[in-house]
């Protein structure tokens, strides 16, 4: 029992204090000064005050301090993230006209042609290659500047579109038997 605390109690609590200071957080914030929050995300220290507790974004507000702190590790390095890659290489997102789900951050090569970026696609979405209408964009919901029909350009380098790092290639599938039509690949409420 510390000799300036008049229980046990207060003094457990105490040391309880000091080696939760740095936990991730728990439901129970008693444990913790109101005025500071401190987490430990894998080393990184993340210290939101509370004059912080609270940001907008273009949906909603966020009010829970753990989210804040998730979104402060997870965009602290978003203006250095493509710094390390070599000068030949693309990171593209790809989208599907019949799926919700992108395939974010595919890396390929300038190098590498358009039929290989059609096999890709065809990889992942199941949409075979000669059936790819194909918009180049130059982020997820972006503008459309380029659109390559179906079963052309298909020797031409990706490196000739010019597309920057995180732009997005949208595969329209022109397939009317496809089968990734009507959500079949994600609808769950479709299984029987």
């Known amino acids: 029992v510390h000799p300036n605390h008049a229980s046990g109690h207060t003094a457990l609590r105490s040391n309880r204090d000091q080696q939760h200071q740095y936990a991730l957080p728990r ?6 000064p109101p005025s500071t929050y401190k987490y430990s995300l894998l080393n990184h220290r993340l210290i939101i005050s509370a004059h912080q507790r609270t940001m907008t974004t273009k949906s909603s507000t966020i009010k829970n301090e753990d989210l804040l702190a998730l979104k402060s590790y997870i965009t602290a390095a978003d ?8 000068a030949t290489t693309l990171v593209l997102d790809l989208t599907h006209s019949n799926l919700h789900q992108r395939h974010a951050e595919i890396r390929f090569d300038k190098h590498d042609t358009v039929d290989c970026l059609r096999q890709k696609i065809h990889q992942k979405t199941g949409t075979a290659p000669h059936m790819q209408h194909l918009q180049l964009k130059t982020t997820t919901g972006g503008t459309i500047f380029y659109e390559i029909s179906p079963e052309t350009e298909g020797d031409r380098k990706l490196g000739y579109y010019n597309l920057p790092l995180g732009a997005n290639v949208h595969c329209v599938d022109i397939d009317p038997y496809s089968s990734s039509a009507g959500g079949a690949y994600e609808n769950t409420a479709l299984v029987e």
């Open 79 to 86: 203006a250095t993230q493509y710094n390390s890659l070599a």
């Open 27 to 32: 439901r129970n914030r008693s444990l913790l």
